[in-house]
């Protein structure tokens, strides 16, 4: 049996959800992000990308590039809500699909000729269940295992439809540039050049001593790839091994009560949706970042399992402790790994109780409203 994988990447996700809602906004170039002048986009249209904008660019430059787009705030909830939809359609396709994020997965649609007639009718069914059920389109990629169709699916977007077949996937992925394989980049390509090495295809017969000097321990793996080579399963539940929010502030933190105000909110974050994932954890990191973008991190691991937002805090709080804040603090992040599924174990005492009901409280009022709508008044609450 013919091993057939299949990438499905929505197109321009966030801002083609901000048409779909508002059809007004079609043929027009649309921004999502953060709304301030350090915020960074999330995603773009392509009307915007014509001018140069592009995701994970900064805000402030996307503005000077674009000024006359339609800036839009990000709104994750109903992001998820359409991908849920997505989702399902892809559960209906296969029973093995692996979500890589809000807005792609692989499918596994190995030995389906019974059901579809062919592995190319289920990708023209993915696309046309998604657009007729959801108002969306989404680039297909389908090939022998996951690095050709991830390869695939990018290539001619957006409402693109790849196929490589098996006996032509050598020869399909030859001429194109080193860049096409994911983690070569701008530095790898340039140290390749220096060899004559451009194309995947000269990087497929390239001396593997070559690739070494690339690529240290991982020349074997880009190597086998450049030969169209990727033997990794479709995974279809992929444990989390943390959970964390971070943010990026209009304005910069000074001192530590400021530090410790915006903890507070972001452990709220945090510990609502450990719960609502049904997890606890054991180890709380705590990000951040000055001003001068220099960047720091700093772990500690609980007594207990921790699941609520005081355990976060805490722990969170303590590690603060540690840190100098003798300048501006652009960013705050904390991460909750050391994963448990089911109810967390605490020391015993009371208290672990009514926290666990507090938050319980709070948690049903984010779930009805979201994750914004309330946050502890102070520090000691």
């Known amino acids: 049996m013919l091993r057939w994988i299949m990438h499905v990447d929505m197109d321009a996700f966030f801002a083609s959800v901000e048409v779909l809602d508002n059809p007004a906004l079609r043929g027009l170039p649309v921004i999502v992000g953060g709304q301030t002048m350090r915020g960074v986009v999330s995603t773009c249209s392509y009307e915007a990308r014509r001018f140069g904008v592009h995701s994970a660019m900064p805000m402030m430059q996307a503005h000077k590039l674009c000024p006359n787009a339609v800036f839009l705030p990000v709104r994750m909830a109903r992001y998820a809500e359409v991908s849920r939809q997505i989702m399902g359609i892809f559960h209906d396709l296969s029973p093995l699909v692996e979500q890589l994020s809000i807005d792609e997965a692989f499918l596994d649609v190995s030995g389906m000729e019974r059901l579809y007639g062919t592995p190319e009718k289920v990708g023209l069914l993915a696309k046309e269940r998604i657009k007729q059920e959801v108002g969306l389109t989404a680039s297909v990629g389908l090939a022998p295992n996951k690095f050709l169709a991830k390869m695939a699916s990018d290539l001619y ?225």
């Open 157 to 381: 977007k957006p409402d693109g439809f790849t196929v490589i077949k098996h006996a032509e996937a050598q020869s399909f992925i030859a001429p194109l540039p080193v860049t096409k394989i994911f983690g070569i980049g701008a530095a790898a390509q340039q140290a390749l050049s220096q060899f004559g090495v451009t194309t995947i295809g000269q990087l497929a017969a390239a001396d593997i001593a070559i690739l070494r000097r690339v690529f240290g321990k991982n020349a074997e793996r880009v190597h086998l790839l450049a030969l169209g080579r990727d033997d990794r399963p479709v995974v279809p539940e992929s444990e989390p091994k943390s959970i964390g929010r971070e943010i990026t502030f209009s304005e910069d933190l000074h001192g530590a009560e400021a530090c410790r105000e915006k903890l507070l909110e972001l452990s709220g974050l945090v510990g609502y949706r450990l719960r609502r994932k049904g997890y606890y954890g054991r180890t709380v990191t705590l990000k951040l970042k000055y001003n001068d973008f220099r960047t720091i991190s700093r772990s500690l691991s609980g007594e207990s399992d921790i699941a609520c937002d005081e355990e976060i805090y805490a722990l969170a709080v303590r590690l603060l402790q540690q840190v100098r804040l003798e300048q501006g603090v652009r960013l705050l992040g904390i991460t909750v790994s050391g994963l448990g599924f089911g109810k967390p174990v605490g020391l015993g005492f009371e208290d672990d109780d009514k926290r666990l009901r507090r938050n319980e409280v709070t948690d049903k009022l984010k779930a009805r409203f979201g994750e914004q709508i309330i946050f502890r008044g102070g520090r000691n609450s």
